[in-house]
């Protein structure tokens, strides 16, 4: 069952290894088009670079020759990897993607039930945070850029936002979630299969919540204060169904009300 669902998601077995030097402190090496063996290396610190910088201020915020300077390399060794700032975002963007899709990978695909899965998630996010926080900085900011101009990434359960709706530089950008919001509604699926969730949930219904969850904690992970991770210990409670201690009603208190799913109607006499 696991072989279908990496097969369903090519991208997520691409690796793509960051550079070892702390983010921030990079200090120049060279000017200019790099030497051939240095290239991938070079290529590589200037897509964390990018990941860095387009999350801390905006896609409209910096400049090539700002990222540039801050990679350690002269602007035009930057033009000889990406035609355009445009094309310098979307491989940003997409190795976001992929590295998210390493942790799903490793954290969620590993384990055949819903409730491994979903607390899987959970520690994705978790690994995120605590060792690769570039890579959750950069996926809020997408979402920021996206509601500020249309609809945003990956919410709902039908193909991306058509062209047009969203920033030009976050369309191409979002080729790249394509097979982890693909991904997202094959594990929904399997679940059913195994009448894992409850039987009037329909598909739709569950992937939206799963990725407005999603969204949730991306937006929660722009703070960085230190309510983050209790945050995620308790998602995990609230998973398990052991986040509300259940009590008897009071007398006089309210009753669930006419149409929820705990509602149930009276019969007519």
Known sequence: MLRRCTASVPVLSRQ???????????APER??????????ATRARVVLTAQLQFAARGYNGVSMDQIAAAAGVNVRAIYHYFSSKRALFAAAADATFEQYGVHVVERVLVHDDVLGRL??????????YQHDRHLLAFLSFMLIESIDEGRPPSVGTGPLPASGTLPKHIEPALVSATPLIAMNRLLIEQAIERDELEGSVGVDAAVTLLQSIGIGIGFAAMD?????????????????????????RRRGAAKPLAGTARAQPRSKR
């Open 16 to 26: 793509w290894t960051a550079p070892t030097q702390p983010w921030g402190t990079m």
């Open 224 to 248: 960085d204060d230190a309510a983050f991770l209790p945050m995620l210990d308790a998602l995990d409670l609230l998973i398990d169904g052991l986040l509300i201690e259940a009590k008897p």
């Open 119 to 128: 607390h899987g998630f959970v520690d994705v996010y978790r690994a995120l």
């Open 31 to 40: 000017r200019g088009r790099p030497p051939a063996a240095d290239s991938a």
